[in-house]
């Protein structure tokens, strides 16, 4: 059974950090290309950032860019989000998914039906 599991999310103050981590289970990591969405109140899910299942293609929301780094380690069947210099315009529930057989992942991963499998979420609020 495919589990991802959220962690990391909290409150902070405009200009500081959090790292989002996505623990995985039940499927077999290394081959699986991963993604942060996020949701704020009353707008719809947005893709953050993407990385491709051996970690060496990534994207990122024009948002996000130069702010968040997404990373993964298949030793730990672990995925993760740096999140520095953040602004309350970042706040919002975040959620990885994740995907096997990911061809022309890096052009699709913006939308959350190329995605297979998801976590249930982790609150980021960031106050000015």
């Known amino acids: 059974q495919v589990q991802l599991v959220e962690s990391g999310g909290g409150s902070v103050q405009a200009g500081g950090s959090l790292r989002l981590s996505c623990a995985a289970f039940?499927?077999?990591?290394?081959?699986?290309?991963m993604g942060w969405f996020r949701q704020a109140s009353g707008k719809e899910r947005e893709g953050v950032a993407y990385?491709?299942?051996?970690?060496?293609?990534?994207g990122y929301a024009d948002s996000v860019k130069g702010r968040f780094t997404i990373s993964k380690d298949n030793s730990k069947n672990t995925l993760y989000l740096q999140m520095n210099g953040l602004e309350p315009e970042d706040t919002a529930m975040y959620y990885c998914?994740?995907?096997?057989?990911?061809?022309?992942?890096?052009?699709?991963?913006?939308?959350?039906?190329?995605?297979?499998?998801w976590g249930q979420g982790t609150q980021v609020t960031v106050s000015s």
């Open positions: 998914a994740a995907r096997d057989q990911c061809l022309f992942g890096l052009s699709r991963w913006r939308d959350p039906g190329f995605f297979r499998a």
């Open positions: 039940g499927f077999t990591y290394s081959g699986t290309c």
């Open positions: 990385i491709s299942s051996g970690g060496a293609t990534t």
